[in-house]
């Protein structure tokens, strides 16, 4: 493979849709990237919809701007890798395309009444899926999202469980809903040969339907959730070769070679490829994952066990993690909602405009709290509000509050792995902050370290396309592709660090019990 190849990432997200060209050196090709925003549909308090439709026609604007690049030659695109959110499930009909429903993103709390239901009466509660999936029974997961829209979907008199089993109707998180787009749609491929309908192991094993250990779909797991196998993609790789793109003007005839859920492809991006690495990306949410090699590791402390990637033919490797729902969607919030900053960025010059925080803490619980809480009945908080308070005071305790939950999840990890990281590698758009980063490191005690290149999940992706197709040939070429931007030592004192992690912990007390679980 030459150098003056590229790989093209879709990294399709909670708030956008992207396509970013990566060169031979694994950097952003200038001019070479596209972002489309797409609507959040909120029809009520805990439900969040997108439109699939309207995903899948950003995607195909993104790629079509990257196409359109000046510099570059088509036949130049080596291979195509995609990322996606995870767990946000898309349900389409298979002779028209067409969704029945918009897709149930992974922030929505509706299934809590399937989920529960699940529970009840077992003696494993919401750990009976455990052993075999790596999830406690969540509103997070795919597939009680897929059994609640064939619950409310009846056409002409059939449910959907029937259309379902009679082959009709096709079920999938967003990387499926993309690739057979992506592959013909309902048209099919330039030989007749029908669209593919696939999903990733790290897709797939976020679902509650896949067993880790033989990365299939497991049959009873799909009866007891109410979810057909026969809507279901087939799981395939993170990394290999799996079709060709149709459609001309989006690199038609250019091989689909990678797919990782996001917070994998980060890992991916950040070369963690030996246990023990870890890594901490602040997007919509805040992820933290530990690689744990090529067995599945089990938590006794609320993190998930998780598929980090599988390269082709080669054994899985596994991770724990641990998974918060809000972290920059906060600083949207204050943007969006109460209007009390007008960018993202104001909040680091009103953070570091104070002494300190006034004792103001805001726990974002919006949607419940998940690692390694699980709580659904937790809900948003703001703590210690006096008059003396102002928006900087909110705008710090926002950052703060992604600081919080983040050591939240590394103290549960440090714990299963039976020692604390050394330093935290960390990506995602909110690393830009320098408040924050300092404030992650002095609240961890540890070092937290900022790549090069910050859009690690695209870059998972195109590492993952690119090793298939032969642009990179080995994970170790990866690392040496790898740069250290900026690092942030600790530097607050250790009494000051346990009395404000103490007042958080007190903070996240007050939000628990609110809601009442859905029916």
């Known amino acids: 493979m030459t150098r003056n190849t590229f790989i093209l990432a879709i990294d399709q997200g909670t708030t956008s849709s992207r396509a970013i060209l990566f060169d031979h050196d694994g950097l952003p090709v200038p001019a070479a990237t596209a972002q489309v925003e797409h609507r959040q549909i909120l029809p009520r308090a805990g439900w969040v919809e997108h439109d699939p439709l309207e995903i899948w026609e950003n ?18 695109v080596s291979a195509i890798g995609i990322t996606n959110q995870r767990e946000t499930v898309v349900v389409w009909e298979r002779e028209t395309g067409e969704p ?17 239901r699940l529970a009840e009466g077992h003696p494993e509660g919401d750990d009976r899926f455990r052993d075999a999936t790596g999830l406690p029974l969540s509103t997070y997961f795919a597939g009680p999202k897929i059994r609640w829209i064939l619950d409310h979907l009846d056409s002409e008199g059939r449910r959907g469980t029937e259309r379902a089993e009679a082959g009709e109707l096709l079920a ?16 099919g491929g330039t030989d007749g040969e029908p669209a593919l309908h696939v999903t990733d192991v790290t897709n797939a094993s976020r679902t509650l339907l896949m067993d880790l250990r033989t990365l299939e779909w497991c049959d009873e797991l799909c009866r007891e959730i109410g979810v057909p196998r026969a809507m279901l993609p087939d799981i395939v790789p993170s990394s290999g070769v799996i079709g060709h793109v149709t459609e001309r003007r989006m690199f038609g005839g250019t091989p689909i070679a990678g797919i990782l859920g996001d917070q994998q492809a980060a890992m991916f991006g950040q070369t963690c490829f030996d246990p023990g690495d870890a890594k901490n990306t602040y997007g919509t949410g805040a992820f933290l994952l530990l690689n744990t090699g090529t067995t599945p590791q089990f938590s006794d402390n609320g993190l998930l066990t998780t598929v980090c990637y599988k390269l082709g033919d080669a054994d899985p490797v596994y991770a724990l993690e641990g998974s918060v729902a809000v972290a920059g969607s906060l600083v949207q919030w204050l943007r969006d909602n109460l209007g009390v900053i007008s960018s993202a960025e104001e909040t680091e010059e009103l953070a570091k405009s104070l002494e300190d925080n006034g004792d103001c803490y805001l726990v974002p619980a919006f949607s419940g709290l998940l ?60 690393v830009v902050n320098d408040y924050l980063m300092q404030f ?7 070092d937290v370290i900022r790549p090069e290149v910050t859009e690690t999940t695209a870059l998972g992706a195109a590492f993952a396309a690119g090793l298939a197709v032969g642009q990179w040939d080995s994970p170790d070429r990866l690392r040496e592709l790898w740069r250290e931007d900026r690092r942030w030592e600790p530097r607050m004192a250790e009494d ?24």
């Open 172 to 187: 999938g998180t967003i990387d499926s809903w993309l690739v057979w787009n992506l592959t013909g749609g309902r048209r």
């Open 496 to 519: 000051e660090r346990a009395r404000l992690w103490g007042r958080w912990n007190d903070a996240v007390e007050r939000t628990l019990g609110w809601a009442a679980t859905e029916s």
């Open 371 to 430: 690692a390694p809480r699980w709580r659904p009945d937790a809900r948003g908080t703001l703590v210690g509000l006096t008059r003396f308070h102002t928006r900087a005071h909110l705008a710090r305790a926002a950052l703060e509050a992604t600081a919080f939950q983040s050591r939240e999840m590394t103290d549960a990890m440090a714990a299963d792995a039976g020692e604390t990281a050394e330093a935290l590698r960390v990506d995602g758009g909110m």
């Open 440 to 446: 992650q490191a002095d609240i961890l005690g540890i």
């Open 59 to 76: 995607v195909r604007t993104a790629m079509a701007q990257v196409a359109g690049h000046a510099d570059l030659e088509p036949a130049l």
């Open 100 to 116: 029945v429903y918009n897709a149930i993103v992974w922030q929505d709390t509706r299934t809590s009444g399937i989920c529960a």
